[in-house]
């Protein structure tokens, strides 16, 4: 019997490997490249790209064009009349006077990041509850005749303004106790239930 | 073809890695018989996905296309990076990983009480006996016992 | 004589380097908790100060062990650390009105006349956060090893002695 039983737990230990390495081999076209600076995990993540006819003109000038306006309201990110509803209140708003248009070349650094292509930085003043600081949003960069509009990620946001808004240079613990504070807690809550889960286990005749 | 291989295959090393000892220790927890050694393949599994997913924060140049060294640091921050031309690299995955290796060795402890508890009741840790006990105390009708050991 | 009742051979070697290492191992741990801006926090340094108490044991024995941690000082120091850590942050979600908010802690606490917004999150977080989490895992981790290395007969030889 147990010859048998042997041969058709490994056989199907067999299965499971070659049906993980089929899954992988179809999901690998998706993740990002190890070691890249500019995938979506690290800094940005590309939205979409508009025809740039005549719209560097009104970036250089620090106000925003219409389409990149209205196309950025269909995707969801600010409330406005396209998209009424579908954000909740702590998203700011892209009115005029409210956001900053800025030039950065290629090659500079701000922040622990260098910037590998140079392109227009949109940061929004106010409308934030708690940080009432400009925050970089977007990005705009100008290749090929086409304007490529970028988001950025949080990770850009904690490395650049752990040491003024909380005082720590520990960007992970800053990380962990100060903007994701209720996680942890919920986090050593387990590790406690665990040790209660030991003691009612193993324990008996009133050692308890 | 080439192309795709060196794309697919050679830059996203770390994946490959990774995947092969996840699916090293996940088949050690279905095929082997020996309750303490399926637990080990559990901790293996668990080690390794947390080591893929750290890896993703990984921001130095990527050696197979630029050939030089790793230009990153830690994401502690210090004043000299900018002079040396270092990057920080991403906080992101440490920030939600290290909570999961302390609650791994928290319930890895739990499945260790419950496995001296299985030795208490049968006397045996090897999964076909513990199933034979089983069936015959079935048939003979039994109910269940208390925990006398 | 059977393998389990064969008495317990010393060795003098063993025992004087972890009568050496146990307080110089706890200092470590403190430093990697607490220490000056620098790679750490309250997980990684609970489980060093963990370690010193597993070493002790797994060299001593538990019954010997339970002199330098007794049960009720173990259980004082579970609950404690999840006393802090919880109190800070329910008492924040009470007097932000259920938004969530760690920021409101600086309102009313008296430490942000001198040190300013920021200053006080970071006293928050060094002083109350992490400490918490610290003698948690620390005892959580001491009181798992001390169920699981259990055995009767150390109970009943010790006691008979």
């Known amino acids: ?4 039983q042997m041969k058709t737990l490994t056989l199907f230990g067999l299965i ?14 998706d993740l990002p490249a190890f070691g890249d600076e500019n995938s979506p995990v690290n800094k940005q993540i590309e939205l979409f790209s508009v025809d740039a006819d005549g719209l560097v003109d009104s970036l250089n000038a620090g106000v925003l064009p219409a389409e990149i306006k209205t196309r950025i309201e269909e995707m969801g990110f600010i409330p406005g009349p396209t998209c009424q509803g579908c954000q909740n209140e702590n998203y700011p708003s892209l009115e005029e006077g409210n956001y900053e248009i800025e030039y950065i070349q290629e090659g500079t650094w701000l922040g622990g990041r260098v910037y590998t292509k140079g392109g227009w930085d949109v940061s929004i003043l106010e409308g934030e509850i708690y940080y009432n600081e400009p925050q970089q949003y977007f990005f705009i960069n100008e290749s090929d005749g086409k304007l490529i509009v970028y988001r950025y990620n949080w990770p850009v946001r904690v490395t650049e303004r752990t040491e003024e808004e909380t ?7 800053s990380g962990l106790a100060d903007y994701r504070g209720y996680d942890t807690m919920g986090e050593e809550t387990v590790i406690l ?11 008996r005749r009133g050692r308890l | 073809m080439m192309e795709w291989i060196i794309q697919h295959i050679l830059e996203k090393y770390n994946f490959w890695l990774s995947m092969i000892i996840i699916i090293i220790g996940l088949s050690a927890v279905v095929v082997k018989e020996n309750f303490l050694k399926k637990l080990i393949g559990l901790s293996i599994f668990q080690s390794a996905f947390f080591l893929w997913v750290v890896s993703l924060g990984d921001v130095g140049r990527n050696i197979l296309v630029t050939w030089g060294l790793k230009t990153q640091t830690p994401p502690i921050l210090w004043k000299e990076a900018e002079e040396m031309g270092y990057i920080y690299a991403n906080p992101l995955p440490h920030v939600l990983m290290l909570t999961g290796i302390v609650v791994s ?12 508890r299985i030795y208490q009741l049968y006397g045996t840790i090897e999964e076909p006996e513990v199933i034979e006990k089983e069936l015959e105390f079935e048939k003979k009708g039994g109910e269940v016992r208390n925990a006398s050991g | 004589m059977t393998p389990e009742t064969k008495p317990y051979k010393r060795d003098i070697i063993i025992e004087v380097t972890t009568n050496l290492m146990f307080p110089l191992t706890l200092l470590f741990g403190l430093y990697i908790m607490m220490g000056t801006g620098g790679t750490g926090g309250g997980f990684q340094g609970g489980t060093i100060l963990a370690t010193a108490f597993i070493l002790y044991i797994t060299v001593f024995g538990h019954v010997k062990g339970r002199e330098k941690m007794p049960e009720s000082i173990n259980a004082l120091f579970k609950s404690l650390g999840l006393f802090l850590y919880n109190g800070a942050g329910w008492i924040c979600v009470l007097f932000s009105l259920a938004a969530a908010q760690w920021l409101n802690m600086p309102a009313f606490w008296p430490v942000t006349d001198y040190l300013g917004v920021a200053g006080s999150r970071s006293f928050l977080v060094s002083y109350m956060v992490s400490i918490g989490i610290g003698l948690t895992v620390m005892a959580a981790f001491v009181s798992q090893y001390f169920d699981l290395a259990w055995k009767e007969e150390d109970e009943m030889e010790s006691g008979q002695r």
């Open chain 1, 1 to 4: 019997m147990i010859p048998r």
């Open chain 1, 16 to 29: 499971t490997a070659i049906l993980l390495t089929a899954v992988s081999l179809y999901a690998i076209e």
């Open chain 1, 167 to 173: 005082a720590m240079i520990n960007a992970v613990t």
């Open chain 1, 193 to 203: 239930t665990g040790a209660i889960g030991v003691i009612l286990l193993v324990r």
């Open chain 2, 105 to 116: 060795a928290a319930t890895t402890a739990v499945a260790l009480a419950i496995v001296i």
